[in-house]
């Protein structure tokens, strides 16, 4: 919308209460009077391009046979030369100019924040959906004006029940954050669809990105039925229950007991839990027993067929994990018959080769070189300037979880150590072993 008649008042600049009564404007634009012995119909369809395309606003007038035209698009009769009106004995005399009332429900959201908020900086950009509700996160510029945002968003997006803004850091422990309501309904129950899949969970107590869901479709895509996922933080399903309905088996893990409970339940819900044992505890914890176990089973069985995949999808310390797998089945009398491949996710910061970075990051946390069990490198998402989420796909090799290699030493890898105490995430005791009912 380039013609500045059509922009919400200059006047609602600044506004940070929102006044919707102060966007009504008056304007002139041009109306084709059509004869009422004409079909209006065929008219209205072959003058399509040139209608006046606003929210909410009726450009047809059927009782009064009139159309409402654009003001760019049509500025005198000649620009309506191509409908050869005068073959149906319509002159010039049908094109008026009329006054119209644009009010705060003709403008998209969009048009409604580019009128108010600062000319000079930047924009609110993008906000994610989630079920009834939208997520914002506000710069700090923006925030004298969030009552405002909330509530045109609230007005402006279908099926929108409550928009919260982002108040702090994703909390790492259990990857959740603290959220402002900055408009509607404080009801954070939500019910989400993805990759055909049916999710239900609190979102204010949970990590749920609808940005990853072309990420978490790509690695089930890699799944066929015979393999094994092991999932070590798996949040509420969206890798393990689409795996799960492809008849995978999946060993699925996460700390947050809010989490882990909706995790059991989005199993039961899409009839699934009979391919999945879910456990709620520290994924070190997880990765030295059950994954232990888990592999002594499979990789030394001849007759299994599928291959076996672990996902480690919490990039801002996922690969400080990865310390735990080298040596992992030191001391077994065991030949291994797979090699799980591990995709491990984290973020790539600075200006240089993020998938160098990447690499980097898992090289130094497994304490050996990667070149010979690389898969791929793949850009996931940018999160911020200079900082990318990035995927690291590698294998585990019988070399390397058999303790044959030798790893670099890290000054706080000692189990002993402060450091590596405190790194440990608390393990909760709510833990099912049993696949889920």
Known sequence: MLCPDLHPPATVRGMKQLDRSAFSKTIKVPHLLVPKDKNLNDICRASKKYLLKMERYKPVITEEYKITLHPLAVQKWEDLAELNLEKLDIGREALVWEEIQLKYENWKYDE???AV?????????????????????????????KELIGQVICDKIADCRTVVNKSLSIDNTYRNFQMELLCGEPDY????KENG?????????????????????????????????????????PFTVPAARRGCKVLANDLNPDSYEALVNNCALNKVSKHVTCHNKDAVDFIKHEVKQALLEKCTD?????????????????VEHLVHFPGLLKGEDVLLHKQPLVHVYCFAKGVEDKKQIARELVEHWLGTDVTDKLKEIAFVRNVAPNKDMMRVSFYLTEDLLLGRIAVKKRQHEEEDSPQSEEAKRPCNSNDNNKPTE
């Open 197 to 237: 899949c049916l999710f239900e969970f609190d979102f204010s107590k949970v990590y749920w990105n609808p940005r990853l869901s072309t990420e978490h479709e790509k690695i089930v895509k890699m799944l066929a039925k015979t393999d094994t996922l092991f999932d070590l933080y798996a949040g509420v399903g």
């Open 189 to 192: 129950r939500v019910s989400v």
């Open 302 to 318: 001849e007759s299994m067929e599928g291959d076996i995949h672990i996902t480690m999808n919490l990039p801002a310390m996922a």
């Open 112 to 114: 409604i924040f580019k």
């Open 117 to 145: 908020l600062p000319a000079d900086k930047e924009a609110l950009s993008s906000f994610s959906k989630i079920g009834h509700i939208i997520h914002l996160n506000l710069k700090d510029h923006l925030l004298p004006y």
